[in-house]
């Protein structure tokens, strides 16, 4: 099939090698990522380099064209979108189960069916008391090991053991002063303005009480001449231009006398309007847009301090702040005037900025540093994520066992299940045993495999017919007693298995929740939000099926 505009498209299926190798490539990109390695990312014909090894920066830098490739990018943004975390999980899970489906001798409507089946049962799994811990929100220590699990195993974040101690601590007091509760509303997105700044060293990260304002070079004299009634700074936050333009209200009616020009016309309307802030002793005018030279230098002589270009990013911060109303036209009545108690000059690496003071702030601004841009961007995107996890967190406080130790456990539940229920199973899908195996044996081994992601080069994956658990041990080690993959349990080394090992034992999982408390007085225990792993097992599943059902796509060549 031809087309004259676009070139040629062409039909194919998923074991086109096309769409093998580019399904292959995505699983090394993300396998990698997962490890902790720092991938760079680059259009093919130049532009911004980004160097990353989150999910979310990674994939809004890649540029997809396959319509297999693109569907699974969509599915993990969607997931990231509400969980911030889990996009590595999501993408390999949900490749590992395409490509390792592709040489079954087993129809893909089969496999679709049984998957649906194999993911309720990891959602039950999962879900159950025995596989789950509850942490504790109040507790410094259970919180500020959540926040190491998410932002520990990013390199180029360049936090040693120091910095992850104090940055972890730092963004656990950010979410408990700045979370929603009674008196403040709103997400911490709505409370926590983050500015990166590079150039510093991630120890100088620090949590300012009130509003930065970046690159605002006000004269000192006019900062310090702002008019105050009863010690306190009156504002108004105007979101439309105050240049003269009429773009912005050109639904208002006026008319123009003695052949003035109709910029003229407005400017007269803007300074009647800032004689009117004038009369409500305003100190300052925010405005979202520009301001012009002349109300500038208007507004000056009447010591109210104009601040312009503030964009629409910040004027929701600036509203909470202050407690003032949008001001959409040049009408301003004494109820849409807020309040700041003081406003002055702040220095961070040479830059200037404008910090915002209130007693009791309600918002609060975020300084993130690190040495160089692509660092400080990570930090960014590593802290949003942790931020997110922890709101999420409070409303619903449980997790897993992180370091591939869920993925293992999960295994073995599913296995026995499905073996203890292959008579009703063949019967309900009209299909035979050998089927359901290898079915089982795909999402068996794609959980197996992405466990397996943490292990280095010197280690090697095992697990243990006691807590079924994953364990990272050392070629070369001795025997002796060894700690598994997320820190709660400690083996011999002689307990230990190979993954592949057909042993199911017998699980002793019903003391989790005591056995954790202990674990993290001692040491750092690696954990996953647990309402976040069930989406991204969702969300693999299914993206998984979807595509084994279409089978068919067209590409263009």
Same mark, same amino acid.
């Given at each position: 099939?031809?087309?004259?505009?676009?070139?040629?498209?062409?039909?194919?299926?998923?074991?086109?090698?096309? =769409?093998?190798?580019?399904?292959?490539?995505?699983?090394?990109?993300?396998?990698?990522?997962?490890? #902790?390695?720092?991938?760079?990312?680059?259009?093919?014909? #130049?532009?911004?380099? %980004?160097?990353?090894? /989150?999910? %979310?920066?990674? @994939?809004?830098?890649?540029?997809?064209?396959?319509?297999?490739?693109?569907?699974?990018?969509?599915?993990?943004?969607?997931?990231?979108?509400?969980?911030?975390?889990? #996009?590595?999980?999501?993408?390999?899970?949900?490749?590992?189960?395409?490509?390792?489906?592709?040489?079954?001798?087993?129809?893909?409507?089969?496999?679709?069916?049984?998957?649906?089946?194999?993911? /309720?049962? =990891?959602?039950?799994?999962?879900?159950?008391?025995?596989?789950?811990?509850?942490?504790?929100?109040?507790?410094?220590?259970?919180?500020?090991?959540?926040?190491?699990?998410?932002?520990?195993?990013?390199?180029?974040?360049?936090?040693?053991?120091?910095?992850?101690?104090?940055?972890?601590?730092?963004?656990?007091?950010?979410?408990?002063?700045?979370?929603?509760?009674?008196?403040?509303?709103?997400?911490?997105?709505?409370?926590?303005?983050?500015?990166?700044?590079?150039? @510093?060293? !991630?120890?100088?990260?620090?949590?300012?009480?009130?509003?930065?304002?970046?690159?605002?070079?006000?004269?000192?004299?006019?900062?310090?001449?702002?008019?105050?009634?009863?010690?306190?700074?009156?504002?108004?936050?105007?979101?439309?231009?105050?240049?003269?333009?009429?773009?912005?209200?050109?639904?208002?009616?006026?008319?123009?006398?003695?052949?003035?020009?109709?910029?003229?016309?407005?400017?007269?309307?803007?300074?009647?309007?800032?004689?009117?802030?004038?009369?409500?002793?305003?100190?300052?005018?925010?405005?979202?847009?520009?301001?012009?030279?002349?109300? &500038?230098?208007?507004?000056?002589?009447?010591? =109210?301090?104009?601040?312009?270009?503030?964009?629409?990013?910040?004027?929701?911060?600036?509203?909470?702040?202050?407690?003032?109303?949008?001001?959409?036209?040049? %009408?301003?009545?004494?109820?849409?005037?807020?309040?700041?108690?003081?406003?002055?000059?702040?220095?961070?690496?040479?830059?200037?900025?404008?910090?915002?003071?209130?007693?009791?702030?309600?918002?609060? /601004?975020?300084i993130l540093t690190c040495d160089h841009e692509e660092s400080v961007q990570e930090l960014k995107a590593v802290c949003s994520s942790a931020l997110h996890?922890?709101?999420?967190?409070?409303?619903?406080?449980?997790?897993?066992?992180?370091? #591939?130790?869920?993925?293992? &456990?999960?295994?073995?539940?599913?296995?026995?299940? !499905?073996?203890?229920?292959?008579?009703?199973?063949?019967?309900?899908?009209?299909?035979?045993?050998?089927? =359901?195996?290898?079915?089982?044996?795909?999402?068996?081994?794609?959980?197996?495999?992405?466990?397996?992601?943490?292990?280095?080069?010197?280690?090697?994956?095992?697990?243990?017919?006691?807590?079924?658990?994953?364990?990272?041990?050392?070629?070369?080690?001795?025997?002796?007693?060894?700690?598994?993959?997320?820190?709660?349990?400690?083996?011999?080394?002689?307990?230990?298995?190979?993954?592949?090992?057909?042993?199911?034992?017998?699980?002793?999982?019903?003391?989790?929740?005591?056995?954790?408390?202990?674990?993290?007085?001692?040491?750092?225990?690696?954990?996953?939000?647990?309402?976040?792993?069930?989406?991204?097992?969702?969300?693999?599943?299914?993206?998984?099926?979807?595509?084994?059902?279409?089978? @068919?796509?067209?590409?263009?060549?």
């Open positions: 099939m031809e087309q004259a505009a676009t070139g040629t498209l062409q039909i194919q299926n998923l074991v086109s090698p096309d =769409i093998v190798n580019a399904l292959n490539l995505l699983l090394k990109i993300t396998s990698s990522c997962r490890k #902790g390695c720092i991938q760079m990312v680059q259009n093919s014909v #130049g532009g911004h380099l %980004t160097i990353t090894s /989150t999910s %979310t920066r990674l @994939l809004q830098s890649l540029s997809v064209s396959k319509p297999v490739i693109r569907l699974i990018v969509t599915a993990v943004q969607g997931h990231l979108q509400h969980f911030t975390d889990g #996009g590595h999980f999501v993408s390999m899970l949900t490749v590992l189960l395409l490509t390792k489906s592709m040489n079954l001798n087993v129809s893909n409507s089969y496999l679709s069916e049984l998957y649906d089946r194999f993911l /309720t049962i =990891i959602v039950e799994d999962v879900n159950a008391d025995s596989s789950k811990i509850n942490i504790d929100i109040s507790s410094l220590k259970q919180m500020t090991n959540f926040i190491k699990s998410i932002i520990g195993r990013k390199p180029l974040c360049k936090l040693n053991q120091y910095d992850l101690d104090n940055f972890s601590k730092l963004l656990v007091q950010v979410f408990a002063s700045y979370l929603p509760c009674e008196g403040r509303s709103g997400s911490w997105e709505e409370n926590i303005y983050i500015i990166p700044v590079e150039g @510093l060293p !991630v120890s100088n990260s620090e949590l300012y009480q009130g509003l930065l304002l970046q690159g605002y070079q006000q004269p000192k004299t006019a900062v310090n001449n702002v008019r105050k009634v009863n010690n306190q700074i009156s504002v108004a936050v105007v979101t439309v231009s105050m240049t003269g333009d009429t773009e912005d209200i050109m639904d208002a009616e006026y008319e123009v006398f003695n052949e003035m020009s109709e910029e003229k016309t407005v400017l007269s309307r803007i300074m009647k309007f800032c004689d009117r802030c004038a009369e409500l002793n305003v100190g300052v005018i925010f405005c979202q847009k520009v301001i012009h030279p002349s109300v &500038k230098s208007y507004l000056y002589k009447q010591d =109210i301090l104009p601040i312009e270009r503030i964009g629409s990013q910040m004027i929701p911060f600036i509203l909470k702040l202050t407690d003032a109303q949008s001001l959409r036209s040049f %009408t301003v009545l004494a109820s849409d005037i807020g309040h700041l108690d003081s406003i002055e000059h702040q220095n961070i690496n040479k830059k200037s900025y404008l910090f915002l003071k209130k007693q009791e702030s309600p918002v609060a /601004t975020l996890s922890m709101e999420r967190l409070a409303f619903l406080s449980y997790v897993l066992p992180g370091g #591939g130790c869920w993925e293992m &456990k999960t295994c073995f539940s599913l296995r026995t299940k !499905v073996l203890s229920e292959m008579s009703s199973l063949i019967k309900e899908f009209y299909c035979t045993k050998s089927a =359901i195996l290898a079915a089982l044996d795909v999402v068996c081994k794609s959980l197996q495999n992405i466990a397996k992601t943490v292990v280095k080069e010197s280690e090697e994956g095992k697990t243990d017919c006691t807590y079924h658990h994953f364990w990272r041990v050392p070629k070369e080690v001795e025997e002796g007693e060894v700690i598994c993959s997320c820190g709660i349990y400690c083996l011999e080394t002689t307990e230990l298995v190979d993954l592949d090992n057909v042993d199911l034992g017998n699980p002793m999982n019903q003391i989790l929740q005591e056995d954790y408390n202990t674990s993290v007085m001692k040491r750092t225990v690696v954990i996953d939000q647990l309402d976040m792993c069930v989406n991204a097992v969702k969300t693999s599943f299914l993206t998984a099926n979807a595509l084994l059902t279409t089978n @068919l796509f067209i590409c263009e060549s």
